[in-house]
């Protein structure tokens, strides 16, 4: 299990930075060694542009490129839109984030705040 939060300078548009976090997470699936992902998101634009390889949207088409490179050279992926309420522990991490003056990263636990969380979401899946 890993976690990250980042803070990412703040973009033109929530669907921005909705992109940029999933190419973040893209990212940092390949940093820790996974070969296996579902990238879950609550923006449904980014989501859906994800899913239908959408590139050439203007305003994010490079970043939509970026993430699906990533995505393609696992074994195996998907990209899953959940509604903001079934989003908790992305959004505790986001939230996190704004504290943080650079990346956090957590291999093997998590923080106690966030854990609890994650039990949580697994026991309703």
Not at 9 to 36: C, D, K, W, Y
Request: hydrophobic fraction near 40%.
């Amino acid at each position: 299990m890993a976690a990250l939060s980042e803070k990412i300078p703040q973009p033109s548009s929530v669907t921005m930075l909705e992109m940029l976090a999933a190419r973040r997470a893209a990212i940092f699936i390949h940093e820790v060694g996974l070969r296996n992902s579902v990238l879950e998101g609550d923006s449904e634009i980014v989501i859906k542009a994800l899913q239908n390889g959408d590139k050439f949207q203007t305003a994010f088409g490079h970043l939509c490129r970026d993430t699906l490179l990533y995505a393609k050279a696992l074994q195996s992926f998907s990209f899953c839109h959940t509604h903001r309420q079934g989003n908790c522990v992305a959004d505790a991490l986001a939230k996190k984030a704004r504290y943080c003056s650079s990346l956090t990263v957590w291999m093997e636990s998590i923080p106690p705040d966030i854990s609890c969380l994650v039990l949580a979401e697994k026991h309703c899946s």
